[in-house]
T-cell receptor, first 114, second 114 residues
Framework: SAVISQKPSRDICQRGTSLTIQCQVDSQVTMMFWYRQQPGQSLTLIATANQGSEATYESGFVIDKFPISRPNLTFSTLTVSNMSPEDSSIYLC???????????FGDGTRLSIL | AQSVTQLGSHVSVSEGALVLLRCNYS??????LFWYVQYPNQGLQLLLKYTTGATLVKGINGFEAEFKKSETSFHLTKPSAHMSDAAEYFCAVSTGGGADGLTFGKGTHLIIQP
């Protein structure tokens, strides 16, 4: 399976600032996704990162808060904007080939907001 | 829309005993089903998947799961628990659409008693 690298692995940020998380894959992949895992909770899909076009956001997530880029088939970024303590979560990138293939996850970015 | 219910937020078994983690799903179309494991401070690792074909699927680390359409279930089992199996387990579903993300259950924390 693909090797997925997320940076940073963890960060502590101040309220009101923004952080960009990077997801790099060692091979071209069809689909890339971003998920959020709040403390002690399950994973929730934020958006599908579309190569060369705007991301597709799930209900409850908006582009102004979570802008996403995907300039090519191996790289994507998620920005968490104007952060508040409620944004403290693990943010995970996942990748997938065709629809019948499973998603594979990066190790996640552990974000704490003070 | 699809959903996943995992019965039991915590399951405790003795080392060497049978592991049974329950997952029921709801989907308006034939689902693709997955089990993932998350060890502390790590990302998600795929245990096994069901897309089509044989309803009993075998995964890594001795785990297996059976897709039962009539019961809308996809329970995870392992004949003999090891201490190293202690982790968080997530059941997930997708509808197999080209741009489909995953819908996760709330997770089950597996505790192995010595």
């Amino acid at each position: 399976s693909a090797v997925i690298s997320q940076k940073p692995s963890r960060d502590i940020c101040q309220r009101g600032t923004s952080l960009t998380i990077q997801c790099q894959v060692d091979s071209q992949v069809t689909m890339m996704f971003w998920y959020r895992q709040q403390p002690g909770q399950s994973l929730t899909l934020i958006a599908t990162a579309n190569q060369g076009s705007e991301a597709t956001y799930e209900s409850g997530f908006v582009i102004d808060k979570f802008p996403i880029s995907r300039p090519n088939l191996t790289f994507s970024t998620l920005t968490v904007s104007n952060m508040s303590p409620e944004d403290s979560s693990i943010y995970l990138c996942s990748v997938r080939g065709t629809a019948d293939q499973p998603q594979h996850f990066g190790d996640g970015t552990r974000l704490s907001i003070l | 829309a699809q959903s996943v219910t995992q019965l039991g937020s915590h399951v405790s078994v003795s080392e060497g005993a049978l592991v049974l983690l329950r997952c029921n799903y709801s989907s308006s179309v034939p689902p693709y089903l997955f089990w993932y494991v998350q060890y502390p401070n790590q990302g998600l690792q795929l245990l096994l998947k069901y897309t089509t074909g044989a309803t009993l699927v075998k995964g890594i680390n001795g785990f297996e799961a059976e897709f039962k359409k009539s019961e809308t279930s996809f329970h995870l089992t392992k004949p003999s628990a090891h201490m190293s199996d202690a982790a968080e387990y997530f059941c997930a579903v997708s509808t197999g659409g080209g741009a489909d993300g995953l819908t996760f259950g709330k997770g089950t924390h597996l505790i192995i008693q010595p």
